[in-house]
């Protein structure tokens, strides 16, 4: 078998693409799942997350993952339930042309878990865990995860957090050819911080009120710079090139063996291309792999991946992809949202600090977040309306929110101080 080589993978990129009229978009939920006290469900608990993915099991659509005895997802038609390191669980949907399309099935596998949930336990739309203490939280038995809970700590001194505490919503979108990924791309990744101000979701962490409007964001951004936040190969303008080049450069945490995991001790993926490890030389297998170990704030598979919201209830995370797909897939949107988004004139570590910080309340340079986002969301919304506008609709509850100049962090504060107890607290947040 030939080796892997860097002009290998860059032409694989340029293999990638897809004509307009088959763009599709693709979304994945990740959730919180607690008990009334607060405390995360854990893997192995009575009701716990072992034993839901077993009941979910015995569904028709679904089949199950298996890791060693544990099961450890749940895998359907281009549709899969993974679990995070601390058991927080997530659907990757099927990826479709028309957002009522996904809409429909996001909610529909919302409400198939709630009906398998214990009448102990509970589904809330919080970017980060509110109450539970990280060291506390049971780790899920993966092996990746075995060799992550080592490796991360050391590079960052918020990892466990991220890790164990956060969940998001996220959205993947097509591109046509090199240059339609590097716009979207480019201006993505300008947007990150608004991203995060916009959805900023998680303002109480280890039962305090900490000061910051995403905890989820503050975590992320203390966890490994070399893979997380804003590539500075990148920064100046995307093509495949420079991205291959980046992921190859990033410290590995691992690889697999014949069905082992092996830590990889930092080495990068180009010293594995070029040397390998142990005789082992990677495939495109490990190559995937390793591109699911690097997360920065937009990422470049097979299509791109946006990644800096706070997980936030379900109707106003379908917003936010119908706000994104606005932008991103009407030409003369795309446009006016770069033309935009030059705006951003401050250091984007900087700006995305801030948006975790205050939310809406934020300012990038010169321009405050909720003015950004109030001027993009006109964009996004003429959009939508020549792209798909049988789901303008969805738009609403994020043009409420903007209207109102708050992220929902601030709706979370006003309900945490005017519930009685964590319970009624938690009902009020919860899917």
Not at 3 to 31: K, M
Request: glycine share 6%; proline share 4%; aromatic share 10%.
């Amino acid at each position: 078998m030939s080796r892997i080589t860097e002009e290998l993978l860059v032409d694989c990129y340029h293999q990638y693409g897809t004509s307009r009229p088959n763009w599709l978009v693709g979304a994945e939920f990740e959730r919180l799942f607690l008990r009334r006290d607060g405390k995360q469900v854990n893997y192995f608990a009575k009701d716990g997350v072992r034993d839901l993915l077993t009941k979910l099991s015995t569904a028709a659509h679904w089949e199950a993952s298996f890791e060693g005895e544990n099961i450890i997802g749940l895998t359907g038609v281009e549709r899969a339930v993974t679990l995070e390191p601390g058991a927080q669980v997530e659907l990757a949907g099927t990826p479709h042309l028309k957002l009522l399309e996904l809409s429909n099935e996001a909610i529909d596998n919302l409400k198939e878990f709630q009906d398998a949930t214990s009448n102990e336990n509970m589904w809330i739309a919080l970017g980060v865990t509110p109450f539970d203490r990280i060291n506390d939280i049971k780790w899920v038995p993966k092996g990746r995860y075995e060799i992550m809970k080592n490796y991360l700590p050391q590079r960052g001194a918020m990892a466990p957090v991220m890790m164990k505490g956060t969940t998001s919503f996220q959205a993947c979108f097509d591109f046509e050819n090199e240059a339609d990924c590097a716009r979207k791309f480019d201006l993505m990744l300008r947007l990150s911080p608004l991203t995060t101000a916009m959805f900023a979701n998680s303002p109480i962490f280890e039962g305090e009120i900490t000061g910051w409007m995403s905890n989820r964001g503050r975590a992320w951004q203390a966890t490994d710079a070399s893979r997380t936040g804003f590539p500075t190969q990148i920064r100046d303008g995307y093509s495949h090139e420079r991205w291959v080049n980046y992921l190859l450069d990033v410290p590995m945490m691992f690889y697999v063996v014949d069905g082992q995991w092996l830590h990889a001790n930092g080495k990068s993926f180009r010293e594995f291309m070029l040397y390998g490890f142990d005789g082992n030389f990677p495939t495109i297998a490990d190559w995937d792999l390793h591109q699911t170990s690097v997360f920065p704030e937009v990422r470049v598979k097979k299509w791109i991946e946006v990644r800096g919201a706070d997980a936030c209830k379900m109707p106003l995370a379908i917003a936010g992809i119908a706000f994104w797909k606005g932008l991103l897939y009407s030409e003369t949107s795309l446009d006016l949202a770069l033309e935009i988004s030059a705006q951003v004139s401050s250091d984007p570590d900087e700006a995305l600090r801030c948006a975790s910080k205050d939310g809406l309340a934020a300012k990038f340079g010169d321009v405050s977040a909720i003015d950004l986002a109030q001027q993009l969301f006109t964009v996004a919304k003429a959009g939508l309306n020549e792209c798909d506008p049988e789901a303008s609709h969805l738009l609403q509850p994020l043009e409420l929110l903007l209207s109102k100049g708050e992220c929902p962090a601030r709706e979370v504060l006003r309900l945490y101080k005017s519930c009685d107890d964590r319970e009624q607290f938690l009902k009020a947040v919860s899917y």
